[in-house]
């Protein structure tokens, strides 16, 4: 059986990543909104991974005897008014989910639960790479961003992203 302190955090965790799924939903929406379908794309795929990510940790608890719980979901109320806004948030967000995971791990550790620690590997990687990507949207923008041809191209290319199943996600 998980100990009641993390499996509480891991299905807040199950909150939170459909939360993001929501919110990349939101930069979507309004990337859309801007013409620039590329990008909207790109964030599409990004939600699609996000929801990945929750039923991922609601297996886990379900695997281990966990009664989860569906909590709401928060509205997006990000004040968007550029496509920078838009990266600079889910940088943000994705350095917020990375100390939500390392909050859970830390729990885990405490508590000497190494099957939960093996199990959020997979997620401390994962975030190393999420953070990047995020990272580099940000720069490509302050770099490309204000001409018009490059901003096509960078649409383009974001156009060009193709969803995968999470590997984790087995048998789902
Ligand atoms: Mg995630």
Redesign the pocket.
């Known amino acids: 059986m998980l100990n009641e302190k993390i499996a509480a955090l891991i299905n807040n965790q199950v909150n939170k ?1 459909f939360y ?1 799924a929501y919110l990349y939903l939101e930069f979507a929406n309004y990337c859309e909104e801007l013409g620039l379908d590329g990008f909207a794309n790109w964030y599409e795929i990004q939600a699609k ?2 929801r990945d ?1 929750a039923i991922i940790f609601r297996r886990y608890l379900l695997d281990n005897g966990y009664r989860v719980t569906m909590e709401a979901i928060d509205k997006p109320t990000h004040q968007l008014n550029s496509a920078n806004d838009v990266f600079k948030a889910g940088l943000k967000h994705e350095q917020y ?1 990375t100390a939500l995971i390392n909050a859970i791990y830390a729990e885990a550790f405490a508590q000497h639960d190494f099957k939960t620690m093996q199990f959020l590997d997979w ?1 401390i990687k ?1 975030q190393v790479e ?1 953070e990047k990507n995020a990272e580099d949207l940000v720069k490509k923008m302050e770099l490309f961003g204000n001409d018009s041809k490059s901003l096509y191209l960078l649409n383009q290319e974001l156009g060009s992203r193709a969803y995968m199943p999470t590997p984790m996600l087995k048998g789902e």
């Open positions: 990543e993001s991974e996000e990510h989910v997620f994962e999420e």
